[in-house]
Structures are given as C-alpha cells and as structure tokens.
C-alpha cells in the first residue's frame, strides 16, 4: 500500500493531526504554511478528519481584513482514555480527554477478600464497577474510550506482561493484575505499567521534573522504588528491573524497603518511643509529666500521618524520629546520586510526599556530605502523580493507533 494515493492521504492527514496538536486552533491556509502541503491537499484531508470525528471546525477567524477563514482544531473529545492506579491501600481513577485533560478523578479503597481466592474472583469485578460508574457519572459509554492505562505496584515483565514482587498488601494477586487478566476484563485497550515508572513519567510531563533531562522519581509509601528518566524515556533495564531501589541494602543489612517503608518508619517511631518512656520511668519531675503526655499522644494508634502531623506541631519526639528516618532517607540518596548523578530526585509516594518536614533536612544533608549533589524537590502530583502517568501512556497508545488506523 505504500506509495499509493491512499497512503500518502492517509500521511498527510497525521501530519496535519500532528501540527494541530502541536500549534492549537490554525486556519487551513496556517496549516498549509506549517505542513508545506498544498491548500488542495490541506482542504481534502481536513475533510476527510472531520468524517472522522478528529477535528472540528470553530468558526471564523478575527481577521483584520478580508474573507475571514475558518478555524480548525483538534476534537479532544473524540475519544476518552483513563488511567487506574492500583495500589495497596486506595485504588484511583481518572479520566481524561486526548489532550490530558483530566476531567473526573475519584479514590476508592483497596478491599482485599481474606483468601486470594476469593480476591482473584472479586477484583476484577470491582474495578470495571468503579469504571462503569465514573463513565456513567461522566455520560460515557464504552465505545469512547479507547485505552486503560494501569499503574500497579509491582515488577511488570515487559515479554509476558505478568507480575513479579508486588507489595506485600497485594501479594497473591499477580494473577489477577496480570496484563492478560486485564485486557479480558475490559472492552478496550488495556497497558500494564509499574506504579512508580508511571508516576515519575507523570512528573515528567506535567510535574516536577518538567524538562529535566535525567530525573529520579524516588517513592516512599507502603513500599519503595524508584523510577528513572532519560531524556523523556523511561530506563527499563534487564527484566524491567530498573529502579528496584527496594533490595538496596542499608548499612546494617537490611533491605532499603524494610528501613524506608510506612512499616519501617513506624517500627523506628515505635523503638524510639518505647526507649524515651524507659528514661521517663526512670526519671521523676514534673517535666516528665508533660513529656509522658507527649509520647501517650503518638503512641495511640500511631501512623505515619500522624507522626508528620506532630512534627508540624513542633513535638519534640516526633521531630527527632523524622530527624533519624531522613538521615536514613539521605543515605539511600547517596548512593543513587554517586551512581547516576541525576539533574533532580523528586520524593513522592504517602510518605516521600511530605517535603515540607523532609526537604529541608535532606537538603541540607546533600549541601553538606554529599559529592554529588542533584536538586531535591517533591511531587507536585502528589496522589495523581501515577494516574497522571498512567494516562499519559494511554493517550500515546491511542494516538499511534488512530495514525495507524489511517494508513491501514
């Protein structure tokens, strides 16, 4: 087919699609000056997009003078793609037009059945519910939508499309998350991706990282891992490895995750309190009272949330467990900034997210000891971060299947 008429229409109509995206609302005579195509050719192709539901016209230009032309831009509306992160404790939405635009985002929490098979059976079903109901809510149907991006908290072997070490909360459901599983669940496209390579391609896009040719998406939350950016392209490595900052060992032994994690900052929150109530047993004033009271206050139900919400407050104690978990934070920077020497480290996930008690204590630590010293900034995503990404890749994947879909 190639060389025929069809083909070479079908070429220019993608390079028309391109420049509209590109430049916005442009008149055909604008887009015969920024393609090189003839008016002709420009005018036949226009028409055959609007068939197509592509483009559509928006009325007359301001012209100053002369026959007013006629504005063309790219229909984003044509067609609709989400991106679904699921993680170990919410599972979150969005929906976006073809320009990533996102127009509903909704959070559900994470329902684990008490035995996997149960889970298996029932998650699958829970997600195409949550679906159905942000496209109802949306007046959607399922025709318009052309491609589910996923973001998931595990390995994603790039062969297979199966699942390796996911967090330990979704453990058993490699399975059901599996891109086969996926792609029979839903009436559409389906892309499999790991969570934190989303999130960092989020950042890139549309964050923090905006224009930083090599970047790390550093995550902290119920688990750990890194994505890494080069140029605006993900690094994957051997088995999509890349970035599994998780078996990092610390300088005790033990494994990054198990330091830096939601469950490691509460373990190191909990042997620091345990010891100051010791020295308060052993102490006898009235200042102790006060500091009982304190140390009562964090103990009770204890979670990282509230921990960050102390040390906002001023709390001694809490200030200091933060104080001892970012220097650990700071150790596994190192090691990152001496081996790739990265422009920027952008920290994210539920725990990572919060810069304001973090940042600074980090950043005085690299200004301080490290010999290699990138910027340090938080996700401006923050949550949306990985769904952000998970729609980027899925807009991508329909916009290369609508250019192929033409010179098919």
Sequence with gaps: ??????????????????A????????????????????????????????????????????????????IRFNETAYYVCGIDIGATRI?????????????????????????????ATMLEL???????????????????????????????????????IVDPLAGLEQAFSLKSL??????????????????????????????????????????????????????????LTGEIAEMLMEDGRRLEEVLSADGLMQLANLHLNSHDELLEVADSDSDVKGHVVTDDLHRHLTPEKLFEAARSGEVEALDILQQYSRMIASALRQISVVLAPDLIVLGGGVGGNGDVLLPVLRQIISEQFPVQPQLNCSKLGEQAVVTGA???????????????ALE
């Design 20 to 71: 509209l995206i590109t430049q916005g609302t442009m008149s055909r005579a604008d887009i015969s000056r920024q393609t090189g195509l003839s008016k002709p050719t420009v005018s036949l192709a226009v028409e055959h997009l609007i068939d197509r539901n592509l483009v559509k016209e928006m009325g007359r230009a301001d012209n100053a003078q002369g026959r007013k032309a006629t504005l």
């Design 127 to 165: 997600l195409r519910s949550h679906m159905n109901e942000l496209l109802d809510e949306n007046h959607l149907n399922w025709d318009q939508i052309q491609c589910i991006g996923f973001g998931i908290p595990g390995v994603v072997l790039p062969d297979s499309g199966h699942i390796h070490r």
């Design 391 to 405: 729609v980027q890749v899925a807009i991508q994947q329909t916009m290369l299947n609508l250019q192929q879909e």
């Design 1 to 18: 087919m190639a060389g025929t008429p069809q083909y070479i229409r079908n070429l220019n109509e993608n390079l028309i699609m391109d």
């Design 92 to 120: 979150r939405l969005a929906l976006s037009d073809l320009n990533g635009e996102i127009i509903a985002y909704r959070t559900h929490p994470m329902v684990v059945q008490e035995t996997h098979e149960q889970a298996e």
């Design 183 to 240: 792609s029979g669940a839903f009436p559409c496209e389906v892309i499999l991706e790991n969570d934190v390579n989303l999130a960092a391609l989020g950042e890139y896009r549309s964050g923090a990282a905006a224009g930083y040719p090599l970047f790390v998406f550093f995550s902290i939350g119920t688990g750990t891992g890194a994505g890494i950016m080069v140029h605006g392209q993900l690094l994957r490595g051997l088995g999509g």
